[in-house]
T-cell receptor
Framework: GENVEQHPSTLSVQEGDSAVIKCTYS??????FPWYKQELGKRPQLIID?????GEKKDQRIAVTLNKTAKHFSLHITETQPEDSAVYFC????????????FGDGTTLTVKP | NAGVTQTPKFRILKIGQSMTLQCTQD?????MYWYRQDPGMGLKLIYY???????DKGEVPNGYNVSRSTTEDFPLRLELAAPSQTSVYFC????????????FGPGTRLTVT
């Protein structure tokens, strides 16, 4: 089955700096890569996603890149703010496989004011 | 739309007791999922369903059972609760098709002592 590895497990940055979280996946058939943000005690919520036919996607301060050859994808947050502090999860899925996603173990991002 | 709702929010069980975690969605999604999230870890898939009457095991199904009699409801049954089942349980749903985000419920925090 699919295996998703996520690094780093914790990340601390100063407000205004950039943050980068990286994930690798094992199944070359995976074609959908969402990123979820989970605030303390809350449910995971989608913040951005990328499909296998796209190499990069950007939404304001958040961007995701995908390298299908190397089987890795990354989340980039620019101009970080304290409210960006949360746990971020990457996931990989095959679109036709009942929508099942395999999640990484998460990255705890702390943005220091 | 209420989205995905779960009950109860919190529960403490004694070893050997049984309980059912309820999950309901009002988005007419065919696909529904149960995950557990252990402290500091990612989401592990317990069971999933692609429609009423159809369920299948995920990555960690032992000690759990599910049923799907309607499109809206996907209850998770714990029989003979064990301390290893102490976790936060999330239900999620998605519409059929490729590249679909998962919508999560608020979670149920379960402690088995």
């Amino acid at each position: 089955g699919e295996n998703v590895e996520q690094h780093p497990s914790t990340l601390s940055v100063q407000e205004g700096d950039s943050a980068v979280i990286k994930c690798t996946y094992s199944d070359s058939a995976s074609n959908y890569f969402p990123w979820y943000k989970q605030e303390l005690g809350k449910r995971p919520q989608l913040i951005i996603d990328i499909r296998s036919n796209v190499g990069e996607k950007k939404d304001q301060r958040i961007a995701v890149t995908l390298n299908k050859t190397a089987k890795h994808f990354s989340l980039h947050i620019t101009e970080t703010q304290p409210e960006d502090s949360a746990v971020y999860f990457c996931a990989a899925s095959k679109g036709t496989n009942a929508g099942k996603s395999t999640f990484g173990d998460g990255t705890t991002l702390t943005v220091k004011p | 739309n209420a989205g995905v709702t779960q009950t109860p929010k919190f529960r403490i069980l004694k070893i050997g007791q049984s309980m059912t975690l309820q999950c309901t969605q009002d988005m007419n999604h065919n696909y529904m999922y149960w995950y557990r999230q252990d402290p500091g870890m990612g989401l592990k898939l317990i069971y999933y369903s692609v429609g009423a009457g159809i369920t299948d095991k995920g990555e960690v199904p032992n000690g759990y059972n599910v049923s799907r009699s309607t499109t809206e409801d996907f209850p998770l049954r714990l029989e003979l609760a064990a301390p290893s089942q102490t976790s936060v349980y999330f239900c999620a749903s998605t519409s059929e098709g490729t590249w679909r985000e998962q919508y999560f419920g608020p979670g149920t925090r379960l402690t088995v002592t």
